[in-house]
């Protein structure tokens, strides 16, 4: 008598922890829900930087493609219309040589990005997102320039990162 109540006891035990650790039983599943099909609607650019707001653009699109792993598409076929404003650029010398002339620069750039559902209107989020990176200023005025743009497309990549895993939060 006293083993059935044990055996019962250890039954329900074993049941409820196999339903608790996500085990279940083959041909049981759910289907998961569809990733939303995204529009990358043309950013804005609110800097003085020209051109800035397209290589946020591009790293956003490269970031949700690969991260968020959502379809990017044209605007009549996408569930969700995503943009925004480019609204922050800057440089800023964190180290400097005995001349005090910068030899290593923090970029930042920041971004208002908002993304709204096409059919309904309904915004289903705003946020603020930024990226930084650091580069060493070049001995020439064209290696410096470099160094600084490819400073500027790891900050929009770390941007577009931060991006993606809002939207994977999302759903």
């Known amino acids: 008598m006293w083993r059935q109540g044990w055996l019962a006891a250890g039954l329900l035990l074993l049941a409820a922890v196999g339903g608790g650790c996500g085990y279940h039983a083959p041909g049981r599943q759910e289907t998961p829900r569809p990733a939303p099909r995204i529009h990358l609607a043309p950013l804005q650019n609110g800097t003085l930087r020209p051109g800035l707001h397209g290589v946020v653009a591009a790293a956003i699109r490269r970031q949700v493609i690969l991260d968020a792993r959502m379809p990017l598409v044209e605007e009549p076929g996408a569930d969700l219309l995503l943009g925004g404003r480019v609204t922050g650029y800057g440089i800023g010398a964190v180290a400097v040589d005995q ?33 930084e990176a650091y580069y060493t200023a070049g001995s020439t005025v064209q290696g410096n320039r470099a160094a600084e743009d490819e400073a500027i497309n790891r900050a929009a990549q770390e941007l577009g990162g931060k991006v993606a895993v809002r939207l994977l939060e999302e759903w």
Do not use: P
Request: glycine letters at 12%; aromatic letters at 10%.
């Open 99 to 131: 001349a005090d002339i910068g030899r290593r620069f923090r970029v930042v750039v920041v971004a208002v990005v908002t993304v709204h559902e096409r059919k309904q209107g309904r915004q289903r989020f705003q946020g603020t997102f930024s990226g």
